[in-house]
């Protein structure tokens, strides 16, 4: 395809996004913009460039059976396939990474395929990534993304008629890292998507997951965990947009945050159209503040354009540990620290119940009982 799309129209509606392949479409954001006004702008200042040229994150591939992989450049038909850049900074990755990664998932692979991307400084890069499943094919693929660096990352992710995909990116950068990533998914008649975000690490991380609907009776689950710690910025802004009948949308997105200056985003977008009759549709988020000066920012948004439509709603919550809760495991014996992490696992249960992957949700508790554990050591506990 050639990159040349643009689109725009009157801001008053989500159906009015702008999206290009250009850079020069999207003015260099200053912070004051809706988009952008949770966002710290200094530390993502260098991937608002023309273009970044930088070359310290490494890609590895570890293919299952029935995984090609391979590199390919701009001309390649499959690339773009997954729509245009949403922002500057997705803009700048895709001029700025002349090849991308294809995972192309073909038939029943039962294995998982593991993406390594592996920072190891802090030279500006760009990293294009496309995780693409053939009709009827079904797979699972974790991009499991760690070390140092400054990343500006295109994910496209491409379900065929039929197909069954489910993706996982997982940030376990380390805390002086910058990663600016837009996730760009496009599903087709009847194919499935399962698409989890679990962000850990990292000084800013800002991940933006765009839904799209292209035939009827499409389904995406679409699932985000984060725990952050003092200094941390983590985002997470998704669109969904339900532009064709019968699909179905699940969004469901739970943080927890200990520290002072550890502040989480989130800012869930789902339109649908007048076209997408029959759609299903809920999205939730909710976070969990487990010490003074932790702050959560939840933005959920229901734009709808008819009325014929099999269900829509939102919800959204942020509070501190329930009293309740830690009295009654108190009130049996249990120490204050432990009645901490019971219900911390208890608050992320349901959630890594869906993620379905052992090893990342092996992962995730390993890195949720270290910060706990780091808590018990420090005061400023919300009790």
């Not at 002349?98 to 995972?103: F, Y």
């Not at 939840?298 to 948004?301: E, I, K, R, Y």
């Given at each position: 395809m050639t990159p040349t799309e643009l689109a725009v129209v009157p801001e008053a509606s989500r159906a009015a996004r702008r999206t290009s392949f250009d850079p020069a479409d999207f003015p260099v954001?200053?912070?004051?913009e809706e988009e952008w006004r949770f966002t710290p702008m200094e530390?993502?200042?260098p991937l608002f460039a023309d273009q970044v040229?930088?070359?310290d994150v490494v890609v590895d591939v570890m293919a299952a059976p029935g995984v090609e992989v391979s590199q390919v450049g701009h001309d390649d038909p499959r690339v773009g396939a997954g729509g245009?850049?949403?922002d500057r900074a997705a803009a700048v990755a895709w001029v700025s990474a002349?090849?991308?990664?294809?995972?192309a998932v073909r038939g029943t692979v039962p294995d998982v395929t593991t993406v390594t991307l592996r920072g190891?400084?802090?030279a500006p890069s760009a990293a294009h990534l496309l995780v693409w499943a053939e009709p009827g094919a079904s797979g699972t693929v974790v991009l499991d993304h760690t070390g140092t660096a400054v990343l500006t990352e295109t994910v496209e992710i491409?379900?065929?008629?039929?197909s069954d995909l489910t993706v996982v990116s997982l940030q376990t950068w380390r805390d002086d890292t910058v990663h600016a990533a837009n996730h760009r998914l496009r599903l087709a008649d009847d194919a499935s998507v399962k698409h989890v975000v679990v962000t850990l690490g990292g000084a800013l991380v800002r991940i933006a997951p765009d839904v799209q609907f292209t035939g009827p009776g499409g389904a995406v689950t679409a699932l985000g965990l984060s725990y952050g710690h003092a200094g941390q910025h983590l985002e997470h802004r998704l669109f969904v947009d339900h532009a064709v009948p019968r699909c179905r949308s699940q969004v469901t997105y739970k943080g927890a945050l200990q520290g002072d200056g550890a502040h989480s985003v989130w800012v869930g977008d789902v339109l649908i159209r007048a076209a997408a009759e029959g759609t299903d549709t809920y999205e939730q988020n909710r976070n969990l503040l487990l010490t003074e000066g932790a702050r959560a920012d939840?933005?959920?948004?229901l734009e709808i354009e008819t009325g014929l439509i099999e269900g829509a709603g939102h919800a959204s919550a942020t509070g501190r540990f329930d009293d309740e809760q830690l009295f009654y495991l108190r009130s049996r014996g249990i120490d204050e620290t432990e009645a901490r992490r019971l219900v911390v696992r208890g608050f992320f249960a349901e959630l890594l119940a869906q993620v379905g992957v052992a090893e990342v949700t092996d992962r995730i508790m390993a890195h949720v009982d270290a910060e706990l554990a780091r808590l018990a050591t420090q005061p400023g506990a919300v009790s």
């Open positions: 954001p200053t912070g004051r530390p993502l200042a040229d930088g070359h245009a850049p949403g002349d090849e991308a990664t294809v995972i190891h400084g802090r491409v379900a065929e008629q039929g939840s933005v959920p948004n």
